[in-house]
């Protein structure tokens, strides 16, 4: 069942089906659409980009030493906006087909022009992302974030900063999910590593980097 929050909005949990289209939660709004690409555009696009994107393994320092991001990742866009992040810094490569044509299909609901994106590619089910917010100085305030799934249904995880809050995401092949409003500011959110067998998940995040 889900709950109210202080604005009267509905809070919801683990176990209810996150609703399509808006929904309003506190210090935030989030737009999921489970099925926004048909399966065969869907199934074609996973191919592409598994094939033609230079996926990359970055690391971070961390209690001394060189520590490899837990998935593969790359950085697409205007060749003057790099992203920092996690102690790297990524310079944009160019536009390809496929981003060009996920974005021109996703910014008219987003509303906004994206000149960025943040590939991630799970291989497994040891792959993940830890909690963190998308609200680096680049994005500017309230910025709005487009993420966009191909390949296996994986949990996206969102945690309130300040009430501890938690919602559960089933982000599945073909979905866009899109995170706008103060969000970023307070609420954190991550893909955690799964037991179960899956198969590779391409995600792309795409914003506007200032």
């Known amino acids: 069942m889900s709950q109210l929050d202080i604005f009267g909005n509905p809070v919801y949990s683990n176990t209810d089906s996150f609703p399509i289209g808006l929904t309003k939660i506190e210090n935030g709004e989030i737009q999921f ?6 399966k065969s555009e869907s199934d074609i696009l996973l191919k592409a980009l598994k094939d033609n994107i230079k996926w990359k393994q970055e690391s971070m320092n961390m209690y001394g030493r060189r520590i490899d991001f837990p998935r593969l990742t790359a950085w697409y866009g205007e060749n003057d906006k790099p992203y920092s992040f996690s102690g ?6 160019a536009w390809n087909q ?12 987003s509303g906004v022009v994206f000149n960025s994106v943040l590939l991630n590619l799970y291989r497994s089910g040891n792959d993940s992302i830890s909690w963190h917010t998308d ?10 974030i487009a993420s966009v799934n191909f390949g296996a249904t994986r949990k996206f995880q969102l945690k309130h900063i300040k009430t501890k809050e938690k919602l559960e995401i089933e982000l599945t092949h073909g979905s866009l999910l899109i995170m706008q409003g103060e969000l970023q500011h307070f609420w954190q959110h991550q893909v955690p590593k799964t037991s179960k067998p899956v198969n590779e998940r391409v995600n792309l995040t795409f914003r506007v980097i200032k």
Request: proline fraction near 15%; charged fraction near 25%; charge should be negative.
């Open 88 to 93: 790297i810094t990524l310079q944009p490569l």
């Open 33 to 38: 659409y489970p099925n926004f690409f048909p």
């Open 135 to 144: 609200a680096e100085k680049e994005l500017g305030d309230n910025p709005i």
């Open 98 to 109: 496929e981003i060009l044509q996920i974005k021109e299909k996703i910014e008219p609901l």
